[in-house]
């Protein structure tokens, strides 16, 4: 196996720490990743990503929960998406739902009298559950979760 040889540590941990990303370092000197990743290894370099976000962006992020994905937050605060999706799951926010409808007649299933009622109740019985997220959240419903 031919090994790669990069010009100096120091050109390697300086364009390393300009280009941030294994993957265009190699495409860089003309190598893989994989041959990068085992370069920073052999001379102990260590590639520390810092995310900092103010405490008013925290807030922005926050406050966005229902309203913008994590991947869109993640480009405009130029940080990964699983920073986005930590802070909100640190701040008690879980379980982001696109699809929600609310049911204006909760009294639908009190007479079954239809095929399609009974379809429907049956198969929220076996794929859905009822839970209460007032505990966690005041603002909250009493929802109904289906998951295929």
């Not at 050109?11 to 300009?18: D, L």
Request: charged letters at 35%; proline letters at 2%.
């Amino acid at each position: 196996m031919k090994k790669f040889i990069f010009p100096s540590d120091e050109i390697f941990i300086q364009k390393y720490e300009e280009l941030k990303s294994a993957e265009k370092v190699g495409k860089f000197f003309g190598c893989s990743k994989s041959v990068v990743l085992r370069h920073a290894k052999e001379i102990n370099y260590i590639n520390k990503k810092e995310y900092k976000l103010s405490e008013e962006d925290k807030k922005e992020i926050l406050d966005a929960y229902y309203t913008t994905s994590s991947s869109e937050l993640a480009k405009k605060y130029n940080v990964t998406r699983g920073m986005i999706t930590k802070l909100w799951y640190d701040n008690n926010l879980r379980d982001k739902d696109k699809n929600i409808y609310k049911i204006n007649n909760k009294d639908y299933f009190h007479i079954i009298d239809s095929p399609e009622k009974a379809y429907f109740l049956g198969f929220i019985a076996a794929d859905g559950c009822l839970y209460n997220k007032k505990e966690k959240h005041p603002n909250a419903q009493n929802i109904l979760k289906i998951t295929l």
